[in-house]
């Protein structure tokens, strides 16, 4: 279950959070990753959005972890870059994500090596610069369903 987008500009980078945004429910992990500027952040700015919490989705300069309330009825987000995680595990043990995963949407930034054991259930999003496109606008963005959660998600809206 996986799905490839080519994404043009920032803009494009937020609507495509905000459509991945309608696919997710409480309980959902979903990891970025991808280098630095790469669009994490942006993604998962458009996903607050379409989630419809409260603030917006910054990337955190000191903290580590930030929950975005729902201003509806909808679940908050937990919106984490672990790329400033330097402990690893013990220190990504210490978020207690397996406590508010159940009630809440958790978007990680760069999590790999450090997320994966919270659930066996998640959407990977993997997030590439256009190797030797001119045009330094171009992602390829690649989703990836992991678990039965998702083995009956259509992904194929995201490109659509
Ligand atoms: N297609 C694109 N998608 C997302 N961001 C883009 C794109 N093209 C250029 N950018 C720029 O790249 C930067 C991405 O920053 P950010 O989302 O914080 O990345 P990350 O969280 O992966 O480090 C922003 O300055 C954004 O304007
Ligand atoms: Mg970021």
């Known amino acids: 279950m996986s799905a490839e987008i080519t ?23 979903v990891m970025l990753s991808g280098e630095l500027g790469a669009g994490k952040t942006t993604l998962t700015r458009g996903l ?14 000191f903290v580590i972890a930030r929950v975005h309330p729902s201003l509806g009825d909808g679940p908050p987000l937990v919106h984490v870059d672990a790329y400033r995680l330097s402990g690893g595990l013990d220190e990504m043990e210490d978020l207690d994500l397996d406590v508010s995963l159940p009630e809440s949407v958790i978007v990680v930034e760069w999590g790999e090596g450090k997320v994966e054991e919270l659930t066996d259930e998640r959407l990977q999003v993997v997030i590439h610069r256009a190797v030797g496109d001119t045009r330094d606008e171009v992602r390829h963005v690649t989703v990836t369903g992991i678990g039965p959660r998702w083995a009956a998600v259509d992904l194929a809206v995201l490109t659509a």
């Open 48 to 61: 607050g959005e379409s989630l419809g919490v409260r603030g917006a989705v910054t990337s955190p300069t």
């Open 7 to 29: 994404v043009n500009s920032p803009e494009q980078m937020r609507e495509l959070g905000r459509r991945l945004a309608k696919l997710l429910r409480a309980g959902d992990l």
